[in-house]
């Protein structure tokens, strides 16, 4: 229930919601593969610290593969 309100904060105006959505998406592991492909999409905004983030939840998910 909470990976996909979590991935619904990715979209969220406010860029702390975002940050923190793929911070707690990373939290999940394996659990969150569902929010791979917003997390790749947030991954590639031209916000610094939102693509740092959604690249740690991608490799957090991912295990680095």
């Not at 909470?2 to 975002?18: C, F, H, K, M, Y």
């Not at 791979?36 to 680095?64: C, F, H, N, S, Y």
């Amino acid at each position: 229930e909470s990976v996909p309100l979590l991935t619904q904060g990715l979209e969220d105006p406010a860029p702390a919601v975002r940050r923190a959505s793929a911070t707690a998406l990373g939290s999940f592991g394996s659990e969150a593969t569902s929010a791979l492909p917003a997390l790749k999409k947030a991954a590639a905004v031209q916000d610094p610290d939102m693509a740092r983030e959604a690249g740690r939840a991608i490799v957090a998910i991912t295990g680095g593969a």
